[in-house]
């Protein structure tokens, strides 16, 4: 039994390997032996899928994809996997619809973020509205996909949704952005009693002072409830004269007010090192959008995007990464304040 619990459903076929034993990257995440799990051109008109997400469907896997097809455009695919690691494609990109029904197909939609509540599954992603900005979906069957209206004006990016309500509300961070390459950018908190009408924000916390998240931050994976808080898997950005490198950070956010941080961990927990995150489409490049983890035995799995070009897997456990992030926590004002001015 692990020290810290996960709170949530029983989860035995979560993908899993050990830590190989000639790891030397002191780090509390290891990455899978046979990544990357999704290879170049994996469905018709798509070259690249990276920057997904996946969650527990019916005894298997189901996961929302960013396709970049082979026009430069990104979309949204559905992804089945009976292991979590070997995928399939829908060839068509997810057909959603308006509120009345009618088709509804962004310009386009990148780095989706799955998340169930409840009873429903949200898909939360990056699309146009006059720049970018967030789009949100919500499907109970994975057949009908009901578009709700955008929650932000643009810009923002990297929206994450809670797995369950806090305080009576439906919780969501996100990065306020700009219409580009964003040089800057903090994680901000949004709740909203009906998933339509977002206000009550707050700021979570900022860019640190650590090389490898000095320039910007954005959300990744879904928190995970444990009895520490919700721990918090992330991007953290920095600058290089070859261009912007991608890290995975870690924080654990309070149970009851997530905007206020209580463990930051001043280390990455995974940085580029291995040739599909330092060779692709944009090298050095290590995106998390989703885990699976399992109460029973602590195991966590972590997807990430690697080089804007293949999606990865790196394995924890609760009590390897918690006590990493406390061991190594380094949280300021800004991180620990409820973020209300
Ligand atoms: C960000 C997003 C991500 C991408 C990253 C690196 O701004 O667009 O989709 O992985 O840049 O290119």
């Known amino acids: 039994m692990s020290k810290t619990t996960i709170i949530g459903t029983s989860l035995p076929n979560i993908p899993w390997q050990d830590r190989p034993a000639d790891d030397r990257t002191g780090l509390p995440l290891w990455r899978y032996s046979e990544n990357p799990i999704i290879e170049r051109n994996p469905a018709p008109g798509v070259a690249r899928i990276f920057n997904s997400a996946v969650v527990p469907y019916e005894g298997a896997f189901i996961g929302a994809f960013r396709g970049e097809q082979t026009n430069g455009i990104p979309f949204i695919y559905l992804g089945h996997s009976s292991d979590g690691i070997h995928w399939t494609f829908d060839p068509d990109k997810i057909p959603f619809v308006d509120e009345n029904g009618n088709p509804f197909m962004p310009k386009y939609a ?82 909203s009693p009906d998933m339509e009408f977002w206000g009550h924000h707050r700021h979570v916390m900022s860019k640190a002072d650590e090389w490898w998240e000095n320039v910007k931050i954005g959300g990744g994976a879904a928190p995970i409830e444990t009895s520490e808080g919700w721990l918090l898997f992330y991007h953290g950005v920095t600058n290089t004269c070859n261009g912007f490198v991608y890290s995975i950070g870690g924080a654990i956010l309070d149970i009851d007010c997530p905007s206020k941080v209580r463990y930051r961990c001043s280390t990455f927990l995974l940085t580029p090192q291995e040739w599909y995150e330092e060779r692709g489409f944009v090298p050095n490049v290590c995106f998390p959008c989703a885990t699976l983890q399992d109460p029973d035995s602590g195991k966590i799995a972590i997807y990430y995007g690697c080089a804007d070009t293949y999606v990865g897997l790196a394995f924890t456990d609760v009590d390897t990464v918690v006590d990493y992030i406390k061991a190594n926590s380094r949280v300021t004002q800004t991180d620990t304040e409820e973020g209300r001015r």
Not at 113 to 137: H, M, N, P
Not at 167 to 181: A, C, I, K, T, V
């Open 110 to 191: 990148y780095d989706p973020r799955l998340v169930k509540i409840e009873d429903t599954y949200y898909i939360i992603w990056c699309q146009d509205f006059y720049g970018a900005s967030i789009g949100i979906a919500k499907t109970t069957d994975f057949k009908t996909y009901t578009r709700i209206e955008n929650p932000f004006v643009p810009f923002n990016r990297n929206a994450v949704l809670f797995p369950r309500k806090v305080n009576g509300n439906f919780m969501l961070l996100s990065r306020p952005s700009d219409s580009g390459h964003t040089p800057f950018g903090d994680i901000f908190l949004s709740q």
